[in-house]
């Protein structure tokens, strides 16, 4: 068998969510899904869609691994497009500060929250972050996740910053997945930076901004533009700069106040805008006009006891939503994939279709990477699940249960449920 070389065929449904950009509004719920259907994949890159009978007729499979997806649905795979997977240390001690209804900025003020872990990735060698990054992604594979981006931010300066840039950059040439790398060093104030906020973010573009940009070590710039944290016009004057070292753009956008985040996404064009729990109308309108990719995130909402982002909102006024896990150390510890899509089509009116396209087209779009991943369609990187049951409505329906039986990336099988064996890669 050629590596790369893939024949899927007889799958129940062959869901192609097919497209080349994020998918707004009602056609989130569109999913051309094929039944009986076949691919073919060649050098790792989808060759051909449609029906078993009419892709199949004729092909010589010789050189191909061939895989046999009768009553079994066939997807991309999922796309989890907003995660912090590099850091040292937990917090599982304030989970249950927050089961006592201490709130997230109450821990953070009394030096809980981002800067526990902060101290904790300080002390963390890239060696340690490294294996400690490949067990999360290992995890985020078994739930059928193929490309997943990452944060830093847990270093606030600039050495750690790097550092936690650099594990993702090791990582990327050793593990299955893709890793898109985010510049988050506008995370929290350090202790050493209280009540200098405007110093803090001079810092960041003059000494960790250019190193960053200059090195590659990142492809977005994020900023945490929240109330006692950063203000718009800090956030503003940090993404500019970003942008002009030609980083794309992200933001941590009206999480726990309405304080305008999704009005600036959509101001600067950012690709995406994450986790709007308390966006506004005006802020929603904005970034579906826009075309900014509104970032969802319910794992998170779950975790704090916080109201859910407006989905049902957001989509029917025009915007393309994404659904991603959040994975970090303080205020959503879990990587699970199932969980998210039960999450949204039970607290947040999506309906499982849309659920499906959040998670692949609309997240590769949250990545600018719609033109490549996220959809089966011919050109697109062979990057695929097999579940064990016959209909993406299993992925909700087995609540918190992941029903991924394989993973292909690049049109080879690295993760596969019903067998045991090592994969090749090395970290």
């Not at 009768?70 to 500060?97: C, M, N, Q």
């Not at 109308?281 to 970032?295: H, Q």
């Not at 205020?331 to 947040?348: D, G, K, Q, R, T």
């Amino acid at each position: 068998m050629l590596k790369g070389n893939l024949i899927i065929k007889n799958a129940a449904q062959l869901v192609t969510c097919s497209g080349f950009k994020a998918k707004s509004g009602s056609e989130m719920a569109d999913l051309h899904l094929i039944e009986d259907g076949a691919l073919i994949a060649e050098n790792g890159r989808i060759r051909a869609v449609g029906r078993t009978a009419d892709i199949l007729q004729g092909v010589d499979a010789t050189g191909f691994t061939v895989i046999d997806a009768a009553a079994k649905a066939v997807l991309p795979g999922f796309v989890d497009s907003h995660t912090h997977f590099i850091f040292g240390g937990y917090r599982a001690e304030e989970y249950a500060w927050r089961l006592r209804g201490d709130s997230y900025m109450e821990i953070m003020q009394r030096g809980g929250g981002i800067i526990s872990t902060v101290a904790a990735t300080r002390g963390a060698g890239l060696d340690e972050l490294v294996a400690s990054g490949r067990r999360r992604l290992d995890a985020m594979l078994s739930f059928g996740v193929t490309t997943v981006e990452g944060k830093s931010g847990y270093g606030l300066d600039r050495d750690t910053e790097i550092r936690q840039l650099e594990a993702m950059r090791v990582l990327s040439g050793c593990h299955p997945l893709d890793i898109v790398p985010t510049f988050l060093g506008a995370h929290a104030l350090p202790p050493d930076y209280k009540d200098r906020e405007e110093a803090f973010i001079d810092f960041m573009m003059a000494t960790v901004l250019p190193v960053v940009a200059e090195s590659g070590l990142a492809e977005f710039c994020d900023v945490f533009c929240e109330k006692n944290v950063f203000s718009i016009a800090q956030s503003r004057r940090l993404l500019l700069k970003a942008r002009k070292l030609g980083l794309k753009l992200k933001l941590h956008a009206d999480e726990i106040v309405p304080l305008g985040g999704a009005e600036l996404a959509a101001e600067l064009g950012a690709v995406s805008a994450d986790h709007l729990l308390q966006a506004s109308d005006r802020g929603i309108d904005d970034i579906a006009r826009a075309g900014v990719v509104a970032t969802l995130l319910p794992g998170t909402a779950f975790s704090l006891k916080a109201p859910y982002a407006r989905a049902r909102v957001m989509i029917d006024r025009g915007c393309a939503v994404a659904l991603a896990s959040d994975f970090n150390p303080g205020s959503c510890f879990s990587e699970s994939i199932p969980l998210i899509f039960a999450l949204s089509v039970l607290n947040m009116e999506i309906g499982i279709e849309e659920a499906v396209t959040a998670m692949t087209i609309n997240g590769a779009a949250a990545l600018d990477r719609a033109d490549t991943i996220g959809s089966i369609d011919p050109g697109k990187q062979a990057d695929l699940i097999v579940l064990e049951f016959p209909s993406y409505a299993f992925i909700p329906y087995h609540i918190g249960v992941s029903t991924v039986e394989k993973v292909i990336k690049r049109g080879t099988i690295v993760f596969d449920k019903t067998r045991h064996e090592e994969r090749d890669d090395v970290c």
